[in-house]
């Protein structure tokens, strides 16, 4: 029996559970958090005052900020992605034989599911970076990865995409949410018929109908939020950042964010700095003597110069021969 075959022996045993686990990651927490994390980085068009306020408050979760990105987010999506890699794997499409919708949808989910596994990889790479460990973030900033700071989030975000080839992460995260939006909306309706919500041709048909309008709607969002990502300039880019540094300082006075200087760009500037291109101040102290002035009557002693004389100084011969001398009477 071949290894593919082995494979499928143990797809076809456990297929109920399997396929129900898959789809059920793929809604939640996935597919929920997708349409939470969009809405909120399309925010970003009504200025980064309101983003930045939105990350504020996910932020505040403080220590417990990474048991709900792994628990919640990273490591189901890697299992979901994981194991649909196995379902590319050992499915069998028939869309050579049969050119129906419902095939080329199958096919349309596998190769966006694919997509989107490349994409949300490079995507927690290029802006989370994965890990925040000080040894796996001095491997990858200098590869231009880990590129966000949470407390300058609009104008990190937008000088990551620009830090590579010219057009290639804007190019990269258009292709990829759109494929995400596909998979996750197309997904909805094959994981409905995988939890017996709508079995007969008119339910389907239905929600058919509802699960387009979910992904139209949701591209138009994800749309916005990539725009709202690329399109700032250097200007736009400076003005951001001086908005969320006096963010900053109020959200630390109110409580609404930690003194954390890592998650700020110039905190993080400084820390990664080479111990010798760090410059200290220098203070230099001037001290002048004053010299006081002279008394009435006294006369200040000129200092001379061994073998020269001073201008002023006369001998008594050079003094009678420039004298004028008397006329004769």
């Not at 709607?217 to 003005?239: D, R």
């Not at 001998?315 to 009678?320: D, K």
Request: glycine residues 8%; hydrophobic residues 45%.
């Amino acid at each position: 029996m071949s290894e593919l075959t082995r494979s499928q022996a143990i797809f076809v045993r456990h297929e109920f559970a399997i396929r129900r686990l898959h789809s059920l990651l793929g809604i939640v927490p996935l597919g929920l958090y997708m349409c939470i994390h969009l809405t909120t980085n399309a925010s970003l068009l009504n200025g980064p005052e309101t983003f930045q306020r939105a990350v504020y408050y996910i932020h505040s979760l403080g220590a417990a900020l990474p048991l709900v990105e792994w628990g919640g987010i990273f490591l189901p999506l890697l299992f979901h992605a994981i194991l649909g890699v196995w379902i590319i794997r050992t499915g069998r499409s028939n869309l050579g034989h049969y050119k129906f919708t419902g095939n080329k949808r199958y096919v349309w989910q596998r190769w966006t599911g694919l997509i989107a596994f490349v994409f949300l990889t490079f995507h927690v790479l290029h802006l989370h970076g994965w890990f925040h460990a000080s040894p796996w973030l001095a491997i990858v900033k200098p590869l231009g990865f880990a590129n966000f700071y949470p407390y300058n989030a609009a104008s990190s975000l937008a000088m990551s995409m620009d830090r590579f080839i010219w057009g290639f992460w804007p190019a990269f995260y258009l292709i990829g949410v759109l494929a995400t939006v596909y998979h996750l909306a197309n997904g909805l309706w094959t994981a409905g018929i995988t939890w017996g919500l709508w079995v007969t041709p008119t339910a389907q048909e239905r929600a058919t109908k509802v699960c387009t309008v979910f992904g139209v709607v949701l591209a138009l969002i994800g749309t916005a939020a990539w725009w709202a990502a690329v399109s700032p300039g250097p200007e736009e880019i400076a003005q951001a950042r001086q908005i969320e540094d006096e963010m900053y300082d109020a959200a630390v006075q109110t409580g609404l964010a930690y003194d954390m200087p890592e998650k700020r760009y110039e905190g993080e500037a400084e820390r990664t700095l080479e111990p010798e291109l760090i410059v200290e101040e220098v203070v230099i102290e001037v001290i002048e003597t004053v010299e006081p002035s002279e008394t009435p009557g006294e006369e200040k002693a000129s200092e001379e110069t061994p073998g020269e004389e001073t201008p002023s100084e006369k001998t008594p011969s050079e003094e009678s021969a420039t004298e004028p001398t008397p006329a004769a009477e």
